[in-house]
Structures are given as structure tokens and as C-alpha cells.
């Protein structure tokens, strides 16, 4: 090709005084075509020069728009199958070329190369190619992108330049800045492309760097995460610490994927978490059910005939301790349930629907941050557990589902009657969520006492003993005669158990495993109290 002459206005950058980067020409070259021939229309009704590559190319000729092939510009074709097009000196010295230094100047007229002043690339989808998990290793590697990166880290780097677009989403806002400054792209606006940009390349690069180290071992020598925020919060843990929710890059789901919210109060930094704990559990029960958290410790869990029964049961658990709580429901809002849940004060409410008529009702709590799930996809099984440590993380398999009933051993002579079984499942399900140490009592579908956090296993037994009393009453007696009690680990003592029986219950369900699993076992033995071990713990901490 011939290139214009270089002391012409169209091959020159023009910086403006206040900072502002006249655009003259421009380069795209996109995977996602979303949006880009109305991008380069809106370029080219600036008078800003189109150059391209292969499929790019074609779309925006097939708009209607002239384009200059980027080979034309290097004077080099595509090799290798494509794999090798942007990398060439021309096209990198036309983005890296810095416009205030004389001597870069220079060396683009004495070349005879025009300057890049605007970059739009998006990269090859590394990340929804490997997303099946049956991909083969040739087709992901050639869906690595490299002349991509290397043309967004440089115009990135030369934004003092150079504006760099990599996400479509950015189309209209650069568009609109460009038409409003008659084709010029402000210095603050450049800035924070490069940002996006170089946070559009980390986070690739992260997505291949854990596909690889997937293939050696399960916990690499390096682990490279990106994250991108989903919102920003009210507040932190406490009102003077500022707080945002992020989400990790490539993941199936997160917390607040797919949920609208539908009224109240922006999120808090407690109310995600506590709502993160509901969500978890409320998802373990195919019945109807209802969770009701506080402080990230469930202090009120029911199955129901529906959610309204599944409410009404977890609600009087612990009464309250439900005020201010988090409650999840794993069915829709009726209008019955809408009028107990708008009667008393709560911070969330979470809800897969909501039936004609029970929206407004629970709307009316201006403050109460209503939430609607959509989210139907599995949470993914070879997704780890992250706990912050002061300069580090702790990561490890997540915890998984509950043990089925097939693998737990009744190691009494009594064993379990069906009504048994079926509340030391509900009781361990519970147990799994609840901080450790854990107790929970329950019976019939319902919890009855909670006991979480404590030093001490036994003083879980009694704080849930004591909860159920508080709550119920004379009644609690009654309800605590025949139910069942789940440890999240092990009782070291017979002293746990004893004081749960001593207070009605007929079965206790824990993991085992303990040195003195003798003396606990003889200690239900003389109740006459059948007792199941599941083989597997579930601290929580």
C-alpha cells in the first residue's frame, strides 16, 4: 500500500490541550461481533478511517462500510492460519508510538506509518470453549487468543495516545463521547478503558492459566483468580467499612445470580453473607421449605405441605431471633404467607416467585429488600471453597451434598423407626449449615432448638434445649419427647447425648469416630435411644 503522507492531518495524532485525543483512525478486530458494524458507523460518519482483519472485516463490509485490511497496512499477509496478523512491527509502532515524543514522531514519518488512535478488540472465547469440559486440548489451545492481548496491552499502555474499547457494552458511551466532542475521546475516558482493558486481559490470561494447571494437580503451585463486581454495598460488616460483592470470573452462578430485586434497601455486606448461608440450605430440600437466618447461622429451618406451612413451622423455632433475620423460600409467596411475612420486621426475604396480589403486600415494608430467584443452574461440583486469612487463602474442596442414608450405620441395638429416620435427616441436613460446634434438635419436618458456635459440644446440646424452651414454653417438653438430635462432629463425651436425651430425644445422629464412641453408644444403649453414625463431619467455621 501507499500510506498518506505523514505531515498530513490525517496521519498525525492530534492531542488536544485539555487532554483530548482526536480520533482519525481506528482499528477493530473482534471475536464478539455484538454491536460492531453500528460502532463502526458511528466511527465512520466522523470521517475516522476503518482498518480490520478476516471476519471482522467482512462484517463491517457486509454494513456497508469501507475498511482498509490490516494487511494492507503491514504489507504483510495472514500466516500460519491466521495465527499470525496484528504481530508486526508497523501496526504495533502505530499504537505504541508515544505522540508527545518527538523522536517517536519521527520514526512513524521516516517509515511512513500512520497512527492507531483508537483500538476495539475482543478476544478469541477461551472461556466458553473450555465451559463443556469435553473440549479437546487442540481446540482450546487455538482458541488462545495472542494478537488480541498484545494489541489491547499496548494501546492500553500508550493511553496517554490511544483509547482502547474491549467490551461491546462500551460501544454506546464511546460513541456518544466521540459524536458530543465532534471525534475525540477525553483523557479521563481513556484512562479507564486502559483499566478495563487490562482488566479484560488478566482476567483471560487467569482463565487459561487454571485450565492448564487443571491438568497436574488439584491444588497448583500457583492459583490466578479474576473477579468482577457485581454491586456495590451499603456498608461493610460494620457501617464505617465500605463493601462491594464480586463475583468470580467464568462461574457457573454466585450468590445473587439470576435474582432481581424487587424492593427495600440496597444489600449490606451481612445481609449477602446471611443470605448466602439460606440459599445454600434452603436448596438441600426438594419439599417446600423455609430458612430463616441470623448472624449466618440458620435459627429457624421447616418443611412444609407448602411454604406457608413451611414458614409458619420454622418461624415459631425461634421467634426472636427471627426478627431482623434473612428468611429463603425454595417456593413462591402466596398471599396468606405474604401477610404472616409483612407482619413482623426482616431484612431480606428470597423467593423464587411471588403469586398475583402477594408482591405489593410484602412491598409495602419499605424497608425490606424483597428478592426473586430465576437461578435454576447447579452450583458447579469442582467449585472450591475461598476463605480470606490475613495475607492469604485457605482453599478447599467444597463440602457437598448430604450423605445418603444408604452409607450411615445405626450402631445401637434399637434401631431408628422410619419417623426417626426421617427427622435425623432433616436434623443432620440442618446440622451441615449451622457454625460449629453444632447441635441441632428437631422433629417432625421442624427444628426445635439450634445450638451454634459454641467452645463446648455439650453447651450446644443445652443452648438448643434451652432455645426450644424459650421459645415454646409448657409445650416444649412435649415436642422435645421423641425427637431427634444431630452433631456436626463427633460427641467426645457421653455427656452431650445425655443431656439431649434427658430432655426427650429418642435418636441421635452424628459422624463417629471418636475414641470414646464406646461409652456414647452404651450411654443411648441404656436410654434405650437408637443412634446413627453418618461417617463423614461437617465443621463449619
Not at 95 to 123: K, Y
Not at 228 to 246: C, F, I, T, W
Request: aromatic fraction near 6%; glycine fraction near 10%; include cysteine.
Amino acid at each position: 500500500m501507499t500510506d498518506p503522507s505523514p505531515d498530513t492531518p490525517e496521519t498525525r495524532t492530534e492531542v488536544r490541550g485539555d487532554g483530548a485525543v482526536r480520533v482519525r483512525r481506528a482499528l477493530l478486530s473482534v471475536s464478539d461481533k455484538t454491536g460492531i458494524a453500528d460502532f463502526g458507523r458511528a466511527l465512520t460518519a466522523l470521517g475516522v478511517e476503518l482498518l480490520s482483519t478476516g471476519g471482522t472485516a467482512i462484517a463491517l463490509r457486509e454494513a456497508g462500510l469501507e475498511v482498509t485490511d490490516v494487511s494492507e497496512f503491514t504489507g504483510q499477509e495472514e500466516i500460519l492460519d491466521g495465527r499470525v496478523k496484528t504481530l508486526h512491527p508497523r501496526l504495533h509502532a502505530a499504537l505504541l508510538a508515544r505522540r508527545e515524543d518527538p523522536d517517536h514522531m519521527a520514526v512513524l514519518e521516516r517509515e511512513g506509518i500512520a497512527p492507531i488512535d483508537l483500538v476495539c478488540v475482543n478476544l478469541y472465547p477461551f472461556e466458553q470453549t473450555i465451559a463443556g469440559g469435553d473440549v479437546s486440548p487442540d481446540l482450546a489451545i487455538e482458541n488462545i487468543d495472542i494478537g488480541g492481548p498484545t494489541m489491547i496491552r499496548a494501546a492500553a499502555k500508550n493511553h496517554a495516545g490511544v483509547a482502547v474499547v474491549v467490551k461491546p457494552e462500551s460501544y454506546d458511551a464511546v460513541s456518544a463521547e466521540l459524536e458530543e466532542s465532534g471525534g475525540s475521546v477525553s483523557a479521563s475516558t481513556r484512562h479507564w478503558l486502559a483499566n478495563e482493558a487490562f482488566a479484560q486481559t488478566a482476567r483471560y490470561d487467569a482463565a487459561i492459566s487454571r485450565w492448564f494447571s487443571s491438568e497436574y494437580e488439584d491444588f497448583p503451585e500457583h492459583v490466578v483468580g479474576a473477579f468482577e463486581k457485581v454491586m456495590d454495598l451499603s456498608y461493610g460488616e460494620n457501617p464505617h467499612q465500605r463493601a462491594a460483592l464480586y463475583a468470580e470470573a467464568g462461574g457457573r452462578r454466585h450468590v445473587l445470580s439470576r435474582v432481581s430485586k424487587l424492593g427495600g434497601k440496597a444489600l449490606s455486606f451481612n445481609n449477602v453473607l446471611d443470605l448466602d448461608s439460606a440459599r445454600a440450605l434452603v436448596e438441600d430440600f426438594e419439599q417446600p421449605a423455609c430458612v430463616i437466618v441470623k448472624h449466618n447461622n440458620p435459627c429457624g429451618v421447616a418443611v412444609g405441605a407448602d411454604p406457608l406451612e413451611a414458614w409458619e413451622k420454622a418461624f415459631a423455632c425461634d421467634p426472636m431471633s427471627a426478627y431482623g433475620g434473612v428468611v429463603a423460600l425454595n417456593g413462591p409467596v402466596t398471599v396468606p404467607l405474604a401477610e404472616k411475612l409483612a407482619g413482623i420486621f426482616l431484612e431480606v426475604l428470597f423467593a423464587p416467585g411471588f403469586e398475583e396480589g402477594a408482591l405489593e403486600i410484602v412491598q409495602a415494608r419499605e424497608s425490606l429488600r424483597i428478592l426473586c430467584s430465576e437461578e435454576e443452574r447447579e452450583i458447579d461440583p469442582a467449585e472450591r471453597d475461598l476463605k480470606r486469612v490475613q495475607g492469604g487463602l485457605l482453599i478447599q474442596d467444597r463440602d457437598g451434598d448430604p450423605e445418603p442414608r444408604e452409607i450411615m450405620e445405626a450402631v445401637t441395638s434399637r434401631e431408628p423407626g422410619e419417623q426417626e429416620w426421617a427427622d435425623m435427616l432433616f436434623a443432620w441436613t440442618v446440622c451441615r449449615r449451622v457454625r460449629s460446634n453444632a447441635i441441632v434438635i428437631a422433629r417432625d419436618g421442624a427444628t426445635l432448638g439450634i445450638g451454634a458456635g459454641q467452645m463446648s459440644r455439650v453447651d450446644s446440646v443445652r443452648l438448643a434445649v434451652e432455645k426450644c424452651r424459650a421459645a415454646r414454653g409448657e409445650e416444649a417438653d412435649g415436642l422435645l419427647a421423641g425427637s431427634a438430635v444431630a452433631s456436626d462432629a463427633f460427641f467426645p463425651f457421653a455427656d452431650g447425648p445425655e443431656l439431649a436425651i434427658a430432655a426427650g430425644s429418642t435418636a441421635v445422629i452424628e459422624p463417629g469416630g471418636s475414641k470414646r464412641d464406646g461409652e456414647v453408644i452404651a450411654a443411648c444403649e441404656e436410654a434405650g435411644v437408637a443412634m446413627v453414625f453418618t461417617k463423614h463431619r461437617h465443621f463449619r467455621h
